[in-house]
Structures are given as C-alpha cells and as structure tokens.
Antibody, heavy 121, light 107 residues
Framework: QVQLVQSGAEVKKPGASVMVSCKAS????????IHWVRQAPGQGLEWMGS????????NYAQNFQDRITVTSDSSTTTVYMKLSSLTSADSAVCYC??????????????WGQGTLVTVSS | DIQMTQSPSTLSASVGDRVTISCRAS??????LAWYQQKAGKAPKLLIY???SLESGVPSRFSGSGSGTEFTLTISSLQPEDLATYYC?????????FGQGTKVEIK
C-alpha cells in the first residue's frame, strides 16, 4: 500500500534552517509528484511546493519562493523539504502528500503523518 | 495567484441533516477542484476530485458539484463521524491552493 513516512519533530531557533524528509513506498517513486503542505496551529492548509522525482523539476508557492528547496533521492525513494531563514511564523505541522495520478494537475490522495516544526528562541 | 474562498467558516447541524459547503475561485478553474476532510490531529483525506468524482472508499452521502468559479460539497445525511473541517483545493495551471476551511459541528 502507498505509504509516506516523515521524519520526526524539529525545534529550531529563529534564522536557522530545517530539513524534513518523506520516505515513500508502495508505488513507483518516479511516476508521481510529491507535494509539501503546512498547517500552522489552529489554521488552514497552505501549499508550499512540489517536485517531480522524474527529473527533479520543482514548483514553489510565491510565499516561499526564496526560502524553500525541495529535492528527491530516487535511490532511497525519499523527498526532502528545506526551509531557511525561519521565524516564529514558520511554526507549523508540515505534511508531504502524493499526487493522485501521474499528471501534474491532480489533487493529493496519500499523506504523510506530519512533522511538527517549532521555531523558538 | 488563484484564491479560494469558502463559506460558511463554521456550521452546526443535526445528525441526518443535509449540509452544503460553498467554495468560490477568484478565476475560472474549470473542474480542477478537490474537497478534503480533516479530523482533529489527523492528515487531510481526499473526498472528491474533478469537482464531482467520489474518491474510492468515500461514503456516497458525500457529493460535489460545480464548474468554473462556483463549487459545492454536499453531505446528504450528516453522521456523527462527519465532525471535521472541510477544505476545497484547486489544482489548476501548475499551482495548488486551499480554501480557508469550513468547520462542521454536530448539534
């Protein structure tokens, strides 16, 4: 079955960077886009960016364009999301999610368990 | 960027009621619209894609309609397990964005 398993909770100081991983299994890794979505405490869902593991092409939301890097490693079927220049406003649960089909224009049908990122001095 | 606006923000209904949630896009997105259910402390779950197609395993009391800029999620007979926040999402033109969510409470 499709599984996305994320790395554990992180605590970072303002100005630092955080990297969250998402280990995929149960499907052909290179065939599906992987996306990152975050949710601040008590708030809604915010799309951050995505990667096509077949070639590494990325799309980033305008709000994160200068601070986010999404990469993938086909040898370990893992996707990474790095967010830099952290502030307290970046404290949130980050989810990875898989595109429902092999097309780029598709919603997300499988989600990781979420990784809590806390930014605090 | 395409903005998604949901209404209402919160609704309270009784078990068995018909519930309707609206979602409006700031420009036409054809039928590139999905609905998700998120229960407290859990990841979102895909309910509806392509505006009106029911995801496998989702109960038939959930349905979606609309195209262009106006969309609706309907729960035909509200059940206690439907207590959750519901989000619409567009996936048009190499971008993705969610509405702000509608919290459904059981009276």
């Amino acid at each position: 079955q499709v599984q996305l398993v994320q790395s554990g909770a992180e605590v970072k100081k303002p100005g630092a960077s955080v990297m969250v991983s998402c280990k995929a299994s149960g499907f052909s890794f290179s065939d599906y886009y992987i996306h990152w979505v975050r949710q601040a405490p008590g708030q809604g869902l915010e799309w951050m960016g995505s990667i096509n593991p077949n070639g590494g092409g990325t799309n980033y939301a305008q709000n994160f364009q200068d601070r986010i890097t999404v990469t993938s490693d086909s040898s370990t079927t893992t996707v990474y999301m790095k967010l830099s220049s952290l502030t307290s406003a970046d404290s949130a649960v980050c989810y990875c999610a898989r595109g429902r089909t092999m097309m780029v224009t598709t919603p997300f049908d499988s989600w990781g368990q979420g990784t809590l990122v806390t930014v605090s001095s | 960027d395409i903005q998604m606006t949901q209404s209402p923000s919160t609704l309270s209904a009784s078990v068995g009621d018909r519930v309707t949630i609206s979602c409006r896009a700031s420009q036409s997105i054809s039928t590139y619209l999905a609905w998700y259910q998120q229960k407290a402390g859990k990841a979102p779950k895909l309910l509806i894609y392509q505006a009106s197609s029911l995801e496998s395993g989702v109960p038939s009391r959930f349905s979606g309609s609309g195209s262009g800029t106006e969309f609706t999620l309907t729960i035909s007979s509200l059940q206690p397990e439907d207590l959750a926040t519901y989000y619409c999402q567009h996936y048009y033109d190499f971008s993705w964005a969610f509405g702000q969510g509608t919290k459904v409470e059981i009276k």
